[in-house]
Every structure is written in C-alpha cells, then in structure tokens.
C-alpha cells in the first residue's frame, strides 16, 4: 500500500484501521482473538496506521491494539486519545478532562496497556472549554520532549483552537469525522490544515456503516450501539438518506466498485494529505476498504460523485444534541 504524509513528516499507509467497533460503539465486544487476528491481517495487507483511544472501552480498545500489534511495534505507528474523565475501574465519572496533570497520567496508562515505550500519535479527543488549549498543548509537548509522545493531534477541533494549539506545539493531525455523508470540515477546517501543514485523519469515512449499503429501512440497532440514539440513524429522516446510498451505488456499480470503496476513493482523491481510517470487525469487509486504494477517480467522476451528493442533503444531526456541544469548539 502507498504511504501518506500528515504533519510534521508522519508517514502511514494511505488508509489506516480504525479499531473502536472492534471493543465499544456498535454492540457488545467482538471476540478479543478473532480482533487479534484481524489487525494482524491489516498489518500483512499493508496497514501501518491503527487508532484507538483509552475511551473505547473504556481502556479494552487500548489493550486489544497493544496485544496485537506488540510483534511488529516497530513496523507501525499507533493513535490514541485523551481527554475524559474516567475512573480507573473504566467508569466514564464526568466529562471532559484535558487538565495538563491528567493528560500526564492519561499517557503513562496508555503506555502500559499500549505495551510501548512511545506513542506515536497522541490526540485530544474533544476539545476541552475549562482548559485553555495552549496548556494541553504545552502538556504535550513536555510528553514529547521526554521521549514518550512523538506527534500531537486535535479531533473535531475549530478552526481558531486548531490555530492555537499549533502556536504552542505543532499539530500533526486534525481527526474529524468526515465523509460523503458528513461534509462539515469542507467550509473552514480543510483550509485550515492546509495553510498549517496539518494532516486530516476522517473517522466515520464510511458514515457509520451507512455508505456501505448494508443498511435499509428494516435495519434495527441493539440499545448498546451508538447508532441505536443517532439522530441521523432515526426512522424519520432514513428513507432520505437512504436516496443519497442509492445514488453512490448507481455510480459504483459501473465503475466495478462497491459503494463503500468509491467512498473512500472519493475521500483520498480530495487531497494527499487525508488518510482515512475505516473500521471494521470483518477480514471481508477490510479486504473490500483496502481495495479503495487501488481505485483512481477521473476528474469526470468526481464531478459526478460531488453532483449526487451536492443533490441529496443528509437529513439529521450526526450525534444528539450534548454531544454535538463537544465538536467543533
């Protein structure tokens, strides 16, 4: 697989594996050795690039990632995420908490369940209005300079943070959700990252599943599944949304592609510096997001692909109401 550079000379495969679904999101945890294996195939496939975060779990997400990628630690770089307040019996106790001690403590647990010495891409996980961002980043940047954090990285981060925070420590990566079916950054955060240098890491690349067509009407989501309370996911705006996944499968389909890989096509064909980080729990369904790396979208089709979107507006918000509060600040 080709590599990508994000900010500050970080190199990693083109597409990277987001493993969150695999411990926490979507339903109860997937078998902890089937998940092993499965980034293990992502690494011989060619992935170099595996997010997580202590949240996901709580801090299962984070020891599933370092169990499996312990042999070829040197072969790969790892993303996690600070920035909530959580007991350490992983118990989410509160909110937000980017305090400069605790992302201190933050790390060091991190490093332990990560079974590392460094870690490589260190994020806030939402930006947090009780701490001034100069500080988180001025934490980071002490982790950095002790060896135990090589790269700092905002998610869902205003384009005035992004700014400051990079004042203070050079940002790396912006990640944020982002994809045909979620197309915020477009308007002031992408030209942001541009001018700064800043690599753009979209999660949810695939809608959350919805771009890949699985999903109709009759699809019904366990109460433990984030989508299950997703305003966008609700019966009322699904049959519209739906139109928009119909619409993208029409193109794909005469290109020889699923739904899903002129997606993430669509998402690297916007700039080289965007890597996107599909999850899954499936080694079918990451041999099908692999293959989108392979795909080359003509001027023509993206026209095509950006008229079908521009035509079919998403209908409701991506997350409820308090946590939409968290993105974007």
């Keep these: 697989m080709k590599k990508r550079t994000l900010g500050q000379g970080l190199e990693v495969s083109e597409l990277g594996l987001g493993c969150m679904g695999m411990s926490f999101g979507y339903g109860s945890p997937k078998d902890k050795s089937e998940m092993v294996s499965l980034i293990r195939s992502a690494v011989d496939q060619g992935v170099t690039f595996f997010d997580t975060a202590e949240v996901y779990g709580p801090f299962a997400n984070e020891e599933l990632v370092g169990e499996a990628l312990e042999p070829v630690r040197d072969r790969v770089v790892i993303a996690t995420k600070f920035g909530w307040e959580i007991d350490a019996d992983g118990n989410r106790t509160g909110g937000l908490n980017s305090r400069p001690e605790h992302i201190r403590q933050v790390a060091e647990a991190s490093l332990r369940r990560l079974r590392t010495d460094v870690i490589d891409l260190f994020y806030q996980h939402r930006v947090d209005a009780d701490v001034p961002i100069e500080d988180v980043a001025g934490a980071v940047r002490g982790l950095i300079s002790e060896g135990k954090v090589r790269h700092f990285g905002l998610s869902e981060a205003g384009a005035g943070t992004i700014r400051r925070a990079h004042s203070v420590q050079p940002v790396t990566a912006l990640q944020s959700e982002y ?3 979620t197309r915020d ?9 541009e001018e700064l240098g800043i690599g ?4 949810s ?6 771009l890949t067509g699985k999903i109709d009407e009759g699809t019904s989501f366990d109460s433990s599944d984030f989508r299950f309370s997703s305003p966008r996911f609700a019966a009322e705006v699904r049959s519209a949304n739906l139109a928009l996944v119909a619409a993208l499968d029409g193109i794909a389909a005469q290109k020889g592609l699923t739904a899903a890989q002129l997606a993430l096509a669509w998402l690297l064909a916007q700039k080289p510096w965007i890597v996107p980080i599909p999850g899954t729990t499936k080694p079918s369904r990451l041999k099908e997001n692999l ?3 392979s795909v080359e979208l003509s001027e023509s089709d993206l026209s095509e692909i950006q008229a ?3 035509a079919i507006p998403v ?3 991506r997350y409820t109401e308090s946590m939409m509060k968290l993105v974007g600040r």
């Design 205 to 210: 690349p695939l809608g959350r599943g919805f």
């Design 315 to 317: 209908q409701g918000e």
């Design 291 to 293: 293959g989108a790396a």
């Design 200 to 203: 753009f890491v979209p999660y």
């Design 308 to 310: 079908a979107a521009d």
């Design 185 to 193: 950054p477009e308007a002031t955060v992408l030209p942001v990252v």
């Design 179 to 181: 994809s045909l079916w």
